[in-house]
């Protein structure tokens, strides 16, 4: 199986900042990694897809970059609803997985 | 746009079958794969499985013994069964499109199923 780490797991910032999150694969997973937001009691959200291909209706201050084993979220200017659980998750390999995720709090 | 709707008993005892429905309303069940999803409270996302609308079955393997999933593409329904339930079970159990299939695009609102000794 394909094991995701995500780093941090938490992350205290402000509105405004700019916030980077990792993921990074057990082996190469080329370019099959997705990038997800769920806020409490909600279900998640995809935002990236393809490692950085923007979904649709998703705002251009999320992108997404990386190849192989390491993956990039980055949040350009973190806005009030941008407060939430974000995580990663493979599809190279049939058996899919996600990363343990990433809290996102307010500083 | 599509929708998911989980349902299903929201309490199921220890060693008895967990058996919830996804049904897919304004779209179509066609031509996609469509993906079980569970998160124990508190807790990260473990992928359970997948069905093409075909029939055809891909399990997480630290479920394979436990799990079948289900499609129904007259009643536009896909269903999950897990065996032999335990308190480790405990969670929110989500439907999700899987589109590609490489990605979850569509998921349903998720439902609570608490596993009871």
């Known amino acids: 199986d394909i094991q995701m780490t995500q780093s941090p797991s938490s992350l205290s910032a402000s509105v405004g900042d700019r916030v980077t999150i990792t993921c990074r694969a057990s082996q190469s997973i080329i370019s099959y990694l997705n990038w997800y937001q769920q806020k409490p009691g909600k279900a998640p959200k995809l935002l990236i897809y393809a490692a950085s291909s923007l979904q649709s209706g998703v705002p251009a201050r999320f992108s997404g970059s990386g190849s192989g084993t390491d993956f990039t979220l980055t949040i350009s200017s973190l806005q009030p609803e941008d407060f939430a659980t974000y995580y990663c998750q493979q599809s190279y390999s049939t058996t899919r997985s996600f990363g343990q995720g990433t809290k996102v709090e307010i500083k | 746009q599509v929708q998911l709707q989980e349902s299903g008993p929201g309490l199921v005892k220890s060693s008895e079958t967990l058996s919830l429905t996804c049904t897919v309303s304004s779209g179509s069940i066609k031509s996609y794969y469509w993906s079980w999803i569970r998160q124990p409270p508190g807790k990260g996302l473990e992928w359970i499985g997948y069905?093409?609308?075909?029939?055809?079955?891909n399990y997480n393997p630290s479920l394979r013994s436990r799990v079948t999933i289900s499609i129904d593409t007259s009643k536009k329904q896909v269903s999950l069964k897990l065996t032999s339930v335990t308190a480790a079970d405990t969670a929110v159990y989500y439907c999700?499109?899987?589109?590609?299939?490489?990605?979850?695009?569509?998921w349903g609102q998720g439902t609570m199923v608490t596993v009871s000794s």
């Open positions: 069905i093409y609308y075909s029939g055809s079955t």
């Open positions: 999700a499109r899987d589109y590609g299939p490489d990605r979850f695009d569509i």
